[in-house]
């Protein structure tokens, strides 16, 4: 069980979606309204145009397209200003350039922009194209501007977890986080998680219970830890994982892993056809993973369609040879 939900959660955490949507969360649009600012106001706020207001518009209704012709626009006008190569940087991330993105944030660098929140996208960005020491430095650079921001010492934690694999270092990261923000639930669940896969499981509920406490307490839209609760009472109680894994489900409907634990549990209580109908969801949600056609041939071989699991085989092997790695 730890093996497959570390595999869904490194999976989760390297699908470049997930990163679009973990930069939207770190990148503020206004800086006015930050009470630590990333991205620096001029002495004069009446020196901001209202063509860069417009511009700060269309990218908080996350229209891409009109941003990056805007932004075009504005550079030509004024080729030395730092805030709108990192405001360039950031459409050309969120319409998959990456590499574009970090020649316009190192461009914004080299022009003075020194911030947290320029050195948090440049950071991630690395990620996305697998450059990780570069996304440690990065990451470094922000902690040392604002040492009281979670955010990188986050990161960290999730790169040592998903990509490292050393639970132990990602744990440590992921405390510092809480001292810095003790109500973060993801800081918390994942936490927990690495608790879960250093086999020390006591640890790892008291860590989801009071993820689930703040989800609850908040009205976060954050399923996982209902997951590592299912995953975690499967065996013990499958009519309480029952009840996590549904509300997991709940949550977040469009997320494959809350559908393949949901399965993992119907499995248990020998709801086959159940099961089956889940991982079908999954598999629609996540087209490119392997692992759960071959828990669908499975399945099918036990109530004896023996047609559809060689069929499931076929296609865990074909997408294992493209995705998977080696």
Known sequence: MSGSAHQTMTQQFRAPAVWCILLLALLPVSSSTQTNSTIPEPNNPAAVSE?????????????????????????????????????????????ND???????????????????????ALGLTYFVIHQYVLFEQQMDKAIKIDPTDFEPVYYLGRYYETTRNNFSRARD????????????????????????????????????????????????????????????LLTSDPEQALHYAEKAVKLEPDLDSNHLVLAKVKERMEKIPEAISELQIATHLNPTSAPPHYT???LYKRIGNREAARMQIEEFNKLNSIYEPQ
């Open 296 to 298: 669908l041939a499975i």
């Open 98 to 120: 990456p590499i574009g993105a970090i020649v316009t944030f190192r461009s914004a660098e080299r022009l003075g922009l020194d911030t947290e929140g320029l050195h948090k």
């Open 173 to 232: 990261f992921f405390d510092r986080a809480i001292a810095l923000k003790p109500n973060d639930t993801k800081s918390i669940f994942n936490r927990g998680y690495c608790l879960e896969m250093m086999g020390r499981l006591d640890e790892a509920r008291a860590y989801y219970e009071k993820a689930i406490q703040l989800v609850e307490e908040t009205q976060e839209r954050y399923s996982w830890p209902y997951q590592g609760m299912a995953r975690l």
């Open 51 to 95: 063509s860069e207001r417009q511009l700060e518009g269309l990218i908080h209704q996350k229209r891409w397209a009109e941003a990056g012709e805007l932004v075009g626009e504005l550079i030509q006008k004024d080729p030395a200003n730092p805030r709108l190569l990192f405001w360039q940087g950031r459409v050309r991330f969120e319409r």
